[in-house]
Structures are given as C-alpha cells and as structure tokens.
C-alpha cells in the first residue's frame, strides 16, 4: 500500500514539473508591449484580382535587439503571403533597441477570386516577445466608365452684354483614367467656352474617381432679345457621356440714337435769338428705356434747352419727338457752329449726335446797314454836284 501512495506522489511532482515547463516554454506566445507591427492604411479596397502590397513597420520598445520572425495567418487557399525588405522576399528582420524596421507584405490572390472581404493577421516573434496585428483587403469588382456633371447654379441673368459664368464639376465615378472632351450646343449669337484653373479647354485628363472644377462662360455676339435661352454642355470619355442643362435669362438692355426727323443734322439760329430744332431719340435696343435724359454741349456763351426735358419712357423699336431750343450768342457772328445732344437713359450709356447750327445775322441790321449806305452815297453825291459846279 505504501509503494502505491508513493508511487502516486511521484506522479503527481513529475506532472507539476512538466506543467511548470510547458507554461515557461509557452510563454513567448503573448503578446508584449515590447514589440508592435503596424500599418498606416490596415483596411484596404482594390480592384479585383489586383496584387496588394502593405507597408509594414515593426517597434522595439526593449532594450536588447530582437530578430524578429514573420508569418501570415488565415490565408486563404490559393493566395500567396510573401514578406520583402531590400528587394528580397525575407522571413525575418532585425531590429535595434528602441528603433523600429520596415518591411512590405505582398498578398496575391488567385486568378478565381471572388469579390468580397479577406482579414488576415501578421505575427512576428522574438525573443520572449510576441505581436500581432490584423489587416483586411476588400476586392471589388472593376466599376464601369461613368461621368457626372453637377452645376451649383444652373440659371442665371443678365443682358446681352454681360457674361454668364457656370462653376460645374465635373466627376469620374468610374475606375479608370479617362480624358474627357468638352462640348456645348447654344442658340445662335451665343458663343460657349470651358476655362480649368483660368484657361481655356476642350478636353482634359480626368483620374478615376476624382473630379474637377470647370468654369463655363456664356457670351453674347448680338444684339439678343430678351427671353430665356438653354445651353447644354457635354462631357465624352470613351463610352462615358454626361450632359448639363444651363439657362440663360437674357433680361435685354436700350439702345439710343439721336437723330433728326429728315436724317440731317443741321439747322438754322440767328444771334441772340431762339429757334427751335426737332430732334429724334430712338431705341433700337431689346428693353425699354426708362427717364431718358436729354442734355447738350454748346459753344460759349450760348443755352440750349429741351422741350421736354426728360422723356419717361421708351419702348423698344419705338421713336419720341423732342423740341431742342437754341439761343446763339448775341454776339455771335455769322458760321458754322456745333452743338452736341445727347441722350441718357436710366441705368444705360449715353448716346450723342453732332447737329451743325449755321448762325446768320438778323435782317434788320441788314436794312439798317443798306439805310447807312444809300445815306452816304446820297451825301457824296451832294458834295460832288455842289463843289462840281465851281
């Protein structure tokens, strides 16, 4: 009875020991703050098929070096897990105390592999050290050519002479790179350009799934009506199209001319005295012109005024009949003299007219003068008959 009890009690020290042993040996299998593996970008999303490669770094916080051994776990069947550092596949790095090392692993997949997400874990061991740390490869399948175009303010107004900028982005929501060719269809008289950072373009290198900024001018060569114009704008990548619907609000603007009712800018004022000139203001223009102002440069010293003075309104295409009062100089004397009318609307450029005055003298000097005349030559001819005779 006795040789069995300790035959049990050896057992029993035999397994204890073993047990202590084992739990030695094992312990460089937990992970220690002494040894970190990390990768900036541990979730990755590639193109399916494509051979992905993480840049890897590992620290040691101790104070003895380590060589450190790698190994993937988790790998799938058919894939191929290969460390590189220096340009050669490796197993294993050194790394000084308190400094850190960089390796790459490279993960391709099978030819058959299915679209999908793939988590692995990267291990290294050193001595009495242990890290891990899990990264994930999400394959997609290749996504189709695709363009976007978007515009943040698709209608806009002005008249003819302004000029409509369109900020439109255009995208590339496919995974290629594609040069995209610009295109635009407007109503005749409109001319349509495309600027990328402040030049001008017809085409333009696009990345995949990125975007860019365009600037789209509208301008105006003629004299468009007022109303509402579309303007479509394309984007062509290969079999990638999009397009744009913009809208210009041509608000239209006046257009003056100043003239006279038989075309000829002329007329007829005696010095000192008022004479009335007749004057025409037109609009040619698309809108109305409100409160048109009529003013005028004279020579010195003479006042021109207007009957009436400012005209409420004129429709387009429509005329109005203005009176121009001139008073010359009462010194004036006899000749061609200019004066300049024009016509200003509200909110609109001024246009002008140079009417020729022919200043003549008044007929009652005349008859004054043919008075002094005769008187004299009645005179001389007194003095010729009287002083004649003796």
Excluded: C
């Amino acid at each position: 009875m006795r040789r069995v009890w300790a035959i049990i009690l050896l057992a029993t020290l035999l397994l204890l020991t073993q047990t202590q042993v084992l739990a030695q040996e094992g312990q460089p299998e937990s992970s220690s703050p002494d040894l970190v593996i990390f990768t900036r970008y541990p979730a990755r999303v590639a193109e399916l098929g494509r051979t992905v490669t993480f840049n890897l770094t590992l620290r040691n916080n101790s104070s003895s070096p380590q060589v450190v051994r790698l190994e993937v776990e988790n790998v799938p069947e058919g894939w191929t897990a290969t460390f590189r550092g220096g340009g050669d596949v490796i197993q294993a790095v050194y790394v000084e105390p308190d400094n850190h090392a960089t390796v790459s692993l490279r993960l391709e997949p099978p030819e058959d592999v299915a679209a999908g997400t793939y988590r692995f874990v990267v291990v290294g061991r050193g001595e009495g050290v242990k890290a891990e740390f899990p990264i994930e490869l999400t394959y997609k399948e290749k996504l189709p050519p695709k363009l976007k175009m978007e515009v943040r303010l698709p209608t806009l107004k002005g008249t003819p002479n302004t000029t409509f900028r369109y900020d439109v982005t255009l995208k590339n929501e496919g995974d290629e790179d594609m040069t995209v060719n610009l295109v635009a269809e407007a109503p005749k008289g409109f001319l349509v350009k495309f600027k990328s950072i402040g030049k001008e373009v017809t085409s333009l290198p696009l990345k995949a799934n990125s975007s860019e900024h365009i600037d789209v001018e509208v301008e105006l060569f003629t004299e468009v009506p007022a109303g509402t114009y579309p303007i479509t704008v394309r984007a062509e990548g290969g079999e990638a199209q999009a397009s744009l619907t913009l809208t210009a609000e041509v608000t239209g603007r006046p257009r003056l001319s100043v003239t006279a009712p038989d075309g000829r800018l002329s007329g007829q004022a005696y010095a000192g005295r008022e004479s009335s000139l007749k004057v025409i203001v037109q609009n040619n223009g698309t809108a109305p012109a409100l409160n048109v102002e009529l003013s005028a440069s004279e020579p010195s010293g003479w006042s021109v005024e207007f009957e009436p003075s400012k005209i409420t309104e004129i429709p387009p295409g429509k005329q109005v009949e203005v009176t121009a009062k001139i008073r010359p100089a009462e010194k004036a004397v006899a000749g061609d003299y200019i004066v300049t009318i024009r016509a200003k609307p509200e909110g609109g450029a001024s246009e002008s007219a140079d009417f020729r005055i022919t200043v003549l003298t008044s007929t009652l000097w005349g008859v004054v003068g043919v008075g002094i005349i005769a008187v004299a030559v009645g005179v001389v001819a007194l003095a010729v008959i009287r002083f004649g005779r003796r």
